[in-house]
Structures are given as structure tokens and as C-alpha cells.
């Protein structure tokens, strides 16, 4: 048990700084009178005292962490993070921890996907916490804890390497980690900042303005209104949206060093920027044409604002809905489901494969197209202009059918269980991507209330898949990595 210290000691040292977080919800909730505020002093106490307690059995083991450690600190984070967070609403709103649970895992894993109703009428410190927790979780509570570590004298790295998405894990975009991490938290901030100003400027409440921008730029999709997007029915609002979704659905690295070079140049060089907003413009395009065509909407103009908005929610994994698209003909919401699994960047704070997983994929399998025709020739694989290492190829290779099999896996348990087939696979699709709404049952007219505790408990097992990209969740599960 001693082995592990290292671990426990940091994750204290996380759990102490995510108890400063809900002083935020709390100071709100006193100064609205809302009701709530006896619910956050439970809460901030129990995890500020859980924290301090696992800090104080570990506070004497100081060693570097391992790569094990990492990947043991990131599951952590992610799993426990959550019970935690869950608190509030147990303690205010009498929910049951599986719903609790559920609700917290799909903000910190930025999904968005709801069980409550009467959002409307919820308690505003409830809605801010929620909005908080797809900020929080949107970049990442491993990038921000990686500054931490290095103040702790705790290498932080190995947990970067081990919760940082996408396949090109070494990369640095500044000399040092504290740095990195620093450079993506002001740039992640001062976007959010911009988001609160142009929401507010377009008509939203300053409270309306704070949540929504905490959510759109964390991808999460939680909303303070049941109607979502719905509520104001207006255009300058989506368009601002739409504005801010494409911006968080982009690598930040990329905006990053965009910002330092004072230059464009870093976006036109990113092989995926270019890619996702293609892909994204072309589908809102196409979508449009074809709801006009279906007389879903009387004029071009209709089809094009709700296509717009719609199909770059759920293409960036947010998960907002100016109007039920459930009710589309089934081909639109159905390609707005496979755009999320793949269409953003890695580096941004959405879900699914990522574009650039997606890109190396295609370049692999054209490539043993080719083979088959021209076996002796030599056809490497490069993105822009790059040549990709074997073992990034096989990595993606293996990351591409450990997805597929699990969406299969998890379609069949959920419609095992009594969810019907549609339901059932768009809420694995959505879940695994961190997307949010499905289709039918679980559409985005509905909440995740229906399912059973049973099928809520594997949807929150997908998302955890899904936000640690698979393997670092898998690789903690195997037995090999427990044994000495």
C-alpha cells in the first residue's frame, strides 16, 4: 500500500484545491439567498477534510512520480473528482449518488448530458456549479494540477503524458511544463472572458452570459434553461455560439502559439484546424440543403440557421439544441452523430477520435490500398509533411478498434438491458464522445432520467471512456498493472 503514497498524497493536494472551487458556488448561493448554502458548507467540508486527510497519511512520501503513478493520479482524478463534486446536488436536491454521480461525471468529462429537469427553476448557485464543473473539466484538471506539481517539487509529466489527448504526446509547446500549462490557462481563460462579453452582448443575462460561456467553451452543453438554446430563439445568440464552439473545437496549443507569434500562420500550418472547419462548413452546408429539400423548412435561409447551430453543437461535442432535431429526417441527425466522433482537434476540449486520429487512419488505410496494387513500393505515411513514426501508427491503429469494439460492446449491454436499439446506440455514441444528447429516448428534447440505475451507470462508465480516451482508463483496469 506504502508504494502508492506518492499518488495519494497528490490527489489530497488536488482534492484540497477542487474544495477552494465550490467557495465560489457557496459565496454565490449566500449572496442570491437561493437556499443553498447550507449544501456547500457540507460539501466544501467534507472534501476539504478528505483532501487534508489523505495529504496527511502521505505527507512524508515525496518520490518523483512513475509513469504508473501518472496514469493511476489521472483515473483518480476523473473518478473520484466526481463523487465530490456530486455533493451539492445530493445534500440540496435530495438526488440519488447514481444520478449525483452521473450529473458530475458529465460535467467534468464535458458532456453535458443531464438528468434534471426544471432547470429553469433550479437554485442559480446549482446552474453555476454545474457550468463550473464543464469549465473546470474542460482543459483539464490534469493540465492545471501539472503547475501544481511542480510547486510540490512533484514531477508533473509523466501525468501529463498520461491524461494530455491525442496522439503526439511529447510534444512541448514551451521549455517547461509549469509553463505550458500556465499558457494554455490564460488562453483558455482570456477566450472565456472574450465568450462572457459577446453572449451578453447578444442578449443574454450576465448570469445566462457566465454559465453558457463556461459551457460553450468547455464543450459540455449544460445549459440553464430546459429549452437550451431554445429559450431565446435568436440568431445573434447561436451565431455567437457558433463563433465560440469552433474556437474551443480547435487545438489550443494552436491558439497558443497563434497568440505568441502575434500570427495566423500557426492555423493554416495545423493539419487539423483546416480539416474541422471544412468538414464543418461542408456538413452545415449539406444538412441545409438537404432539410430544404426535405420541406423541413419552408426557405434556405430557415434550414441554414437551424443547421448551422445544430449540426456544429453536436459536430464540436457540445451538445446545445435550439429545437428538437430528433424530429429531422433520420439521415441529418444521424451524420450530426458521426461528426462527433471525430470531427475536433486534439488539444481542444471536445470528444471523440479527434481529426487528427481520423486523418492518420485514412492516410493508413489508402496507403495498404496502395500496397495491395504495388507491394515492393515504399508509400510512408506523413502529416504535413512529417513522417509518422510506426509506433504512432500502430497506437492509432489500436486506439481506432479498441473504440469501435467498445461502442459495440457498451450498444449491446444498454440493449440488453431494455433500451431500445436507436436509443441505445446513439447514447453510447454520445456518451463515448462526450457529446451529450442521443436520439429517441434520450434525444435532445429528453433527459437521461428514464434509464434505469443500471444503464445510467454504463453511460457514466462510457464517458470516463471517452474524456481518458480509452486506454488510460483500461490500461489501470488490466491486471498487469497492478502487479509489482
Known amino acids: 500500500m506504502k508504494r502508492y503514497y506518492p499518488v495519494i498524497r497528490v490527489f489530497g493536494v488536488l482534492l484540497l484545491g477542487f474544495a477552494l472551487t465550490l467557495l465560489v458556488p457557496l459565496l454565490f448561493s449566500w449572496y442570491q439567498q437561493d437556499g443553498a448554502t447550507t449544501a456547500y458548507d457540507e460539501a466544501f467540508l467534507l472534501t476539504l477534510g478528505t483532501g487534508a486527510g489523505l495529504w496527511w497519511v502521505a505527507r512524508n512520501e515525496k518520490r518523483d512520480l512513475q509513469i504508473r503513478d501518472g496514469f493511476l493520479l489521472v483515473v483518480l482524478v476523473w473518478t473520484i473528482l466526481p463523487a465530490f463534486a456530486a455533493l451539492p446536488l445530493i445534500l440540496h436536491l435530495g438526488t440519488s449518488f447514481t444520478d449525483a454521480y452521473f450529473e458530475a461525471v458529465s460535467g467534468l ?12 427553476t433550479l437554485p442559480q ?3 453555476l456549479w454545474r457550468g463550473m464543473l464543464v469549465w473546470l473539466g474542460g482543459m483539464g484538471l490534469i493540465v492545471l494540477a501539472v503547475a501544481i506539481l511542480l510547486l510540490l517539487g512533484i514531477g508533473g509529466r509523466q501525468m501529463f503524458k498520461a491524461g494530455n489527448p491525442g496522439p503526439m504526446k511529447d510534444s512541448k509547446l514551451t521549455p517547461r511544463m509549469a509553463q505550458t500549462a500556465k499558457g494554455l490557462w490564460v488562453v483558455y481563460a482570456g477566450i472565456t472572458v472574450l465568450c462572457i462579453l459577446a453572449y451578453h452582448w447578444a442578449g443574454m443575462t450576465w448570469f445566462d452570459a457566465v454559465v453558457h460561456a463556461f459551457s460553450t467553451m468547455g464543450l459540455g452543453g449544460f445549459s440553464t434553461h430546459d429549452a437550451s438554446f431554445g429559450f431565446w430563439n435568436s440568431p445573434t445568440i447561436e451565431a455567437v455560439s457558433i463563433v465560440f464552439m469552433l474556437i474551443a473545437g480547435m487545438n489550443f496549443a494552436t491558439h497558443f502559439v497563434a497568440l ?7 492555423y493554416l500550418r495545423d493539419p487539423e484546424a483546416i480539416l474541422f472547419l471544412a468538414v464543418c462548413l461542408v ?9 430544404w429539400a426535405k420541406d423541413t423548412y419552408g426557405t434556405f435561409p430557415e434550414a441554414l440557421r437551424h443547421s448551422a447551430f445544430n449540426v456544429i453543437s453536436i459536430a464540436t461535442t457540445t451538445g446545445y439544441a435550439s429545437l428538437d432535431y430528433n424530429l429531422w429526417p433520420f439521415f441529418a441527425p444521424l451524420w450530426m452523430l458521426f461528426l462527433c466522433s471525430f470531427a475536433t482537434s486534439a488539444g481542444s476540449t471536445g470528444g471523440g477520435i479527434k481529426m487528427i486520429r481520423a486523418l492518420i487512419l485514412y492516410k493508413q488505410v489508402y496507403r495498404e490500398l496502395l500496397l495491395a496494387m504495388h507491394p515492393n513500393a515504399v508509400w510512408p505515411v506523413r502529416v504535413r509533411g512529417e513522417l509518422m513514426p510506426q509506433p504512432i501508427l500502430t497506437a492509432v491503429m489500436a486506439f481506432g478498434f479498441a473504440y469501435v469494439c467498445l461502442m459495440v460492446a457498451l450498444t449491446l449491454v444498454l440493449s440488453f438491458s431494455g433500451l431500445e436499439i436507436i436509443s441505445a446506440f446513439s447514447a453510447v455514441v454520445a456518451m463515448i464522445n462526450n457529446t451529450g444528447p442521443g436520439l429517441n429516448q434520450v434525444g435532445p428534447a429528453t433527459t437521461y ?3 434505469t440505475d443500471f444503464q445510467i451507470w454504463v453511460c457514466s462508465f462510457a464517458m470516463l471512456l471517452g474524456r481518458l480516451e480509452i486506454f488510460t ?3 489501470v483496469l488490466t491486471p498487469a498493472f497492478w502487479r509489482r
Open 109 to 120: 468529462t464535458t458532456t453535458g448530458a443531464t438528468i434534471l429537469t426544471n432547470l429553469d
Open 125 to 127: 448557485s446549482i446552474n
Open 260 to 266: 505568441r507569434r502575434r500570427s495566423p500562420g500557426p
Open 283 to 291: 456538413s452545415v452546408l449539406g444538412i441545409a440543403l438537404y432539410l
Open 449 to 451: 432520467e428514464s434509464l
Open 473 to 475: 482508463l483500461l490500461v
